[in-house]
């Protein structure tokens, strides 16, 4: 244990070997959280022969668990295999990965107990407003009088706070109410006949299992003995249930969870943060011990001050003080200006002030704004006095429009019933299948549909073989298509899936269309 006790601090040290019951570590900004956590890890698998598929750490970002993990490995010497062992065995890695991650995971193995009767897809953001618009029509609600959009956000944060339909709090003069509950209802059945899942779900969905399924939890409890979660102040409550379920036990349980997180940097209560988790942590586990990383390695003395004086105003903290042994650095500069058009005035002229007197180059320099409409009045001064900039935004890989239909294709490989993205592939590229055609096997599938037993895929197959429902013409495109899906499906066990890609992309004409289209 040389190492560590040489690497950590005293206080991380004391985190680090305290591995027995609840353990809360409030850890100030720039405190080495992330060094600590990663050296307990490590710690309980080379020091304490606990088996390393034992172990669970959760975050909340790809990139944090990608970091956390590597750390794990450096300190262990040696790279984790990627692969979940099997649940009883000793062997194995430890479960390092997103709240979201570590779910998908669970509803995979147990997919016997989940509602769906294919591999589940997940339905991104746009995925789930599309199938919304499609329960408005199904529904017969008209979207000038509500907002698609308003009832989505209503959805997720239900389900951050793990609320099903009928646990809406429903005011009986409120007609939104009542047609949120009643949409929110529509919208559950509808993904469970696709076989998706939202984001939010993946987690509802998981603490559900767990709930109603006593030996699904008890499994899940003798698997991850060591529980550790990253940014506790941002979980929000169907997270903070799922964990719950992990770490408590009707036989009394382990109870070895650690969280780490700052209270002070709670700033995701918009997205379902609740920051009475960590506030009540101790009230949640009698007897938690608490450790406190309060010296900070990133900061100046400077910084620190000012903070700290900026922090010590929040009503509902835990007291703790930050301090460092870096330097003073330079004095904080706050300036109040009476409009968007002088804040960008002053900035603009204080970034000439600088390139010249530091003769830097513009290249060096960077504007940081909370919103993309704050960039017009920067852009405005900065063209104004010729000064060359770049403002750095666009879609994420994963939105751009292409990338949403290969990956459509996919989805509907691997699951028909996914009506989303059935939906968004059936004429693209253009294959004379239109809005009228889906409205006429929409409408078709509402007078025969019988609690949920018919899909979009099965109203398709039915119209593709009776030109009755469409018309003749139509009845053709809709064979063709259908066959060509039925050929993947049939396909794709004996293929890689850079070879399914491929496939998808010659026999669509995908590629040449995108090339029509410069």
């Known amino acids: 244990m040389n190492h560590l006790e040489i690497a950590l601090n005293n206080r991380q040290q004391e985190a680090v070997f305290y591995t027995q019951g609840p353990l809360i570590v409030l850890a100030g900004a720039g405190s080495g959280k992330t060094k600590m956590l990663t050296s307990r890890v490590a710690h309980l698998i080379q020091d304490c022969g606990v088996a390393p598929s034992q172990v669970l750490a959760v975050t909340f970002t790809n990139k944090a668990a990608a970091e956390m993990r590597a750390r794990v490995e450096k300190n262990l010497g040696y790279p984790l295999p990627l692969s979940w062992s099997t649940v009883d065995s000793g062997l194995g890695t430890p479960e390092i990965g997103t709240f979201h991650s570590v779910c998908v995971r669970i509803l995979r193995r147990e997919s016997v107990r989940t509602p769906f009767t294919k591999p589940f897809v997940i339905y991104d953001d746009s995925d789930q407003l599309s199938l919304i618009k499609n329960i408005f029509h199904i529904l017969k609600i008209d979207d000038k009088s509500i907002s698609p959009k308003s009832i ?61 399924h006593g030996d699904l939890k008890e499994k899940y409890q003798k698997r991850f003995r060591y529980i550790h979660v990253d940014e506790y102040q941002d979980t929000n409550r169907s997270q903070y249930l799922f964990l719950s379920s992990l770490a408590h036990s009707s036989q009394g349980g382990h109870k070895n969870i650690c969280v780490v997180g700052d209270e002070d940097q709670s700033i995701y209560k918009w997205r379902g943060a609740n920051i009475e988790n960590i506030l009540n942590f101790e009230r949640d586990y009698p007897g938690a011990k608490v450790v406190k990383l309060e010296q900070n390695y990133r900061s100046t003395k400077t ?216």
């Open 303 to 518: 910084i620190l001050s000012v903070s700290g004086n900026v922090i010590q105003n929040n009503r509902a903290r835990k007291e703790k003080t930050l301090w460092t042994d870096n330097a003073e650095g330079d004095l904080v500069i706050r300036a109040q200006l009476p409009d968007e058009r002088s804040e960008a005035e002053m900035v603009v002229s204080e970034l000439r002030r600088l390139s010249e007197k530091n003769v830097r180059s513009y290249g060096d320099f960077a504007i940081f704004y909370r919103t993309n409409a704050q960039s017009r009045q920067f852009e405005d001064v900065l063209r104004r006095e010729k000064i060359p900039y770049q403002v750095v935004s666009g879609l994420r890989f994963y939105d751009r429009k292409e990338i949403k239909d290969i990956l459509a294709y996919f989805k509907v490989v691997l699951n028909p019933s996914d009506s989303v993205s059935l939906k968004r592939i059936l004429n693209v590229p253009a294959r004379g299948i239109g809005k009228t055609t889906v409205e006429k096997l929409e409408n078709h599938l509402s007078v025969i549909h019988v609690k949920g037993a018919l899909t979009f895929w099965d109203a398709l197959e039915q119209g593709a073989e009776e030109p009755n429902l469409t018309s003749i013409s139509i009845s053709k495109k809709l064979a063709q298509f259908v066959q060509m899906v039925k050929n993947w499906i049939h396909d794709q066990p004996k293929l890689l899936l850079s070879e399914l890609y491929h496939l998808i992309l010659d026999q669509t004409g995908y590629v040449v269309e995108l090339r029509k289209e410069g």
């Open 152 to 212: 989505q956000a209503v959805i997720n944060k239900a389900k951050c706070d793990a609320l099903e339909p009928h646990e809406l709090q429903v005011s009986s003069h409120s007609v939104f109410a009542r047609q949120t509950q009643r949409i929110y209802e529509e919208y559950q059945k509808q993904l469970f006949i696709n076989n998706a899942v939202d984001f939010g779900e993946i987690i509802c969905l998981t603490y559900r299992l767990f709930r109603d």
